[in-house]
């Protein structure tokens, strides 16, 4: 075997048969670069489309405005995240647990029911890899498979006008990605100043285009096939029932091509020819024949390829298809089973909690923290008191001016003389919380507060208050005692006179 045709040989198909690791080495272990051949068919014409929208969508999305907000902003040093018109706070962990896991079991039932569906069609990496990336490539070097023809493609200088190119577009992809988490104004602030002006502002999006770069360039599907944990979460995911792009073996095995003769006595060949095409296009390089793999993103070009190959054949198309493995081995194909049943069933339940969650809360939230320290303190006017801090949250676009009422004899001392919050503003403000004396049972009492302001919206919080005859002071009183003398009468030696004395024999 000479050295060329051993660099193109791709790990993943040994010549042994086994299926390997990883398919883009080559047998003695280096990188096995790819350039797919594009197979325009009618899922190619699909995904195209598909991708545009999106990108235009990523585009479009941080400069959309709803209720006067950003349709989109991840404030993560503001701790702000605005969605669809919704400003949500560190706060709120309940909707947090809710939209976590909204998404996670929707990729379950999504996974479930069309497989891979989403890394063919909608992944960023895939929409800009194959339908921007890839074809600047193809402009500059050639299409695979064909011969070049304008002068570009001669030119020397084709690889440094390709980067060049390529430093743009990930230039562009970070600036609009950095929109989503610091806004179009703040973005339009950075780039129409000095660098100078906002050196860790620069760093950022030089840091972001550089991965963009490097990214798009050299790591390119190895990021589907290494860094993305989807795929390895495909066989957890997935059953026989889930769709995923098949070749149908008993229909195209054994391959070759088949013989001008009709002589019967003839080996029977199946439809595969063995053109290779289907691996030829694959934009991460395995053989679809060789079954479902962790590799393979439902792109559907090894699809539209064979497709091609049958209809100049005259042969029906879909030998390789969008399929189940039941339905690959001849099994009926049953759509309804338990985890499409159970899955939508937890996902009404978790989406009804999230709107009901939604929908209640309230303009402004209040909590009450104890802080460290003495666990209580006598006031002068001989009232127990406990520290505590009072947290304030605003969830609203506007200034809010918030009041405390105590309740049920309790008092409250504030050192802050305005609790005036801002828009979607968190504050803690220390306080004394104290009642009498006498309101203690077994060193513990209980104080209630009144939060108001907003729109006539009232919080009730309590407090467990600590005060004297806790467990603390019970166990300092009885450490006290102990040191004492048992018979503090024994130290009396008036009294030890009185006492008779043993009279000597």
């Not at 054949?313 to 690959?328: C, D, H, T, V």
Request: charged fraction near 20%; proline fraction near 6%.
């Amino acid at each position: 075997m000479s050295a060329a045709s051993k660099q193109s040989t791709p790990a993943s198909t040994a010549p042994n048969g086994d299926l390997l690791i990883l398919s883009t080495l080559n047998d003695d272990g280096s990188r096995r670069w790819l350039k797919p051949r594009p197979s325009p068919g009618k899922f190619w014409h699909a995904r195209r489309a598909v991708a545009y929208f999106l990108i235009a969508l990523f585009t479009a999305i941080p400069y959309i405005t709803i209720n006067g907000k950003p349709a989109v902003l991840l404030d993560i040093i503001a701790r702000r995240f605005t969605i669809l018109g919704y400003t949500f706070l560190p706060t709120d962990t309940l909707l947090l647990a809710f939209t976590l896991l909204i998404i996670g079991l929707g990729i379950f039932l999504f996974t479930a029911i069309m497989g891979r569906v989403w890394c063919g069609w909608g992944c960023p990496q895939t929409v800009y890899m194959e339908f921007v990336f890839r074809p600047i490539e193809r402009l500059f070097e050639g299409t695979p498979g064909r011969a070049k023809k304008n002068w570009l493609q001669n030119s020397p200088v084709r690889k440094f006008i390709k980067l060049a190119v390529f430093f743009l577009v990930s230039c562009y992809l970070a600036h609009t990605f950095l929109a989503y988490f610091v806004g179009v104004e703040q973005l339009k602030y950075w780039v129409t100043r000095s660098p100078a002006d906002h050196p860790t502002a620069f760093a950022v999006m030089a840091i972001v285009t550089a991965l963009m770069m490097f990214d798009f360039t050299l790591f390119r599907e190895q990021t589907c096939l290494v860094v993305c944990p989807y795929g390895r979460f495909q066989s957890a995911l997935i059953d026989r029932q889930s769709l995923i792009v098949a070749y149908d073996k008993d229909r195209g095995e054994p391959r070759g091509k088949k013989p001008a003769s009709a002589d019967v006595s003839l080996k029977v060949i199946g439809d595969c020819v063995d053109c290779n095409l289907c691996v030829q296009t694959c934009p991460t390089g395995i053989d679809i024949r060789n079954g479902l793999q962790m590799e393979c993103v439902h792109c559907t070009q090894c699809i539209d390829a064979c497709d091609a190959v049958m209809a100049k054949l005259k042969r029906p198309l879909g030998l390789i298809r969008y399929a189940s493995q039941a339905e690959i081995a001849g099994e009926p194909r049953r759509f309804i089973r338990p985890r499409i049943i159970v899955y939508p069933l937890i996902l009404c339940i978790l989406i009804t909690g999230f709107i009901i969650t939604l929908l209640t809360r309230t303009p402004f939230t209040a909590t009450l923290l104890r802080t460290r320290g003495a666990p209580f303190i006598e006031l002068a006017d001989g009232t127990i008191g406990n520290n505590a801090r009072l947290k304030l949250v605003n969830r609203e676009d506007r200034a809010v001016q918030l009041q405390v009422v105590p309740l049920n004899g309790a008092n409250v001392k504030i050192e802050a003389s305005d609790l005036t919050l801002g828009p979607n503003e968190i504050r803690e403000f220390p306080i004394v919380i104290s009642v009498a004396r006498d309101k203690f049972s077994l060193g513990k009492s209980t104080a209630s507060l009144k939060i108001t302001g907003g729109t006539d919206t009232e919080l009730v919080r309590t407090f467990q208050l600590v005060g004297p005859g806790s467990m603390h002071d019970e166990a300092s009183r009885k450490a006290e005692e102990s040191h004492e003398p048992a018979h503090k009468d024994s130290q009396d030696p008036a009294k030890h006179d009185d006492e008779p004395k043993e009279q000597p024999h």
